[in-house]
């Protein structure tokens, strides 16, 4: 495998998620059943939708209060949707600073400015790391790009912006969707699939 760059995404491949926590949050907080939260949020496509920039922090709590059908606070809902955040574990920081002193890396996430701040903040008590620009050489973030994993747009954005041909980078992703159609486009794949950590995944390749 040849390539010129290395592309991370970001949960359960940097940072461990579950995100059913996030569900159980508004669950305990509005009384639902879990089940009932989930179809909600899916119906209502929250994630896709909030996580392409299609509307502010404010509007997506509102929304979220319209969906589940309960009047949560501000706190209240950033503290649930933060809840399927858990732990960078360390090496996973020291491993980025090893790749990049060999290869420009990057991140590449659907993701949202809730849980890029409740990132940071976490980074800076755990490492004292201020963002988390400073581990990477550029951070490509579906809710400021307004793209998302595993549309091919998204892909193609990256590669034209970091200039490289698909064979030149190679993807880390734990969804298989975003896999494939990234394979589809010629990039080299890693399917990273928890519990085997991305520190094992390298440790023949780099």
């Known amino acids: 495998m040849k390539f010129k760059a290395v592309i991370f995404d970001f949960g359960n491949v940097i940072i461990n998620i579950d995100v059913p926590r996030t569900f159980q949050a508004f669950s305990k907080l509005t009384g639902k059943k879990q089940a009932v939260i989930e179809k909600l949020v899916a119906d209502n496509q929250l994630f896709r939708r909030y996580e392409t920039g299609q509307f502010t922090d404010i509007e997506f709590r509102e929304i979220v209060r319209q969906t589940v059908g309960f009047p949560l606070s501000d706190h209240e809902v950033d503290t649930a949707w933060n809840s399927l955040l858990l732990d960078i574990p360390e090496d996973r920081i020291q491993l980025l600073a090893e790749?990049?002193?060999?290869?420009?890396?990057?991140?590449?996430?659907?993701?949202?400015?809730?849980?890029?701040?409740?990132?940071?903040?976490?980074?800076?008590?755990?490492?004292?790391?201020?963002?988390?620009?400073?581990?990477?050489?550029q951070l490509f973030l579906s809710y400021e790009i307004g793209m998302w994993k595993p549309d091919a747009d998204i892909y193609h954005h990256v590669l034209k912006t970091i200039n490289l041909k698909p064979h030149e980078v190679l993807f880390f992703d734990d969804n298989a969707h975003n896999i494939q159609s990234a394979r589809a486009l010629g990039m080299n794949t890693i399917l990273v699939e928890p519990p085997t950590s991305i520190i094992e995944y390298c440790k023949t390749i780099f």
């Open 99 to 137: 790749i990049r002193k060999k290869y420009p890396v990057y991140l590449l996430s659907n993701t949202n400015s809730i849980h890029i701040e409740a990132s940071n903040n976490y980074l800076k008590k755990a490492f004292g790391v201020r963002h988390l620009n400073e581990l990477f050489d």
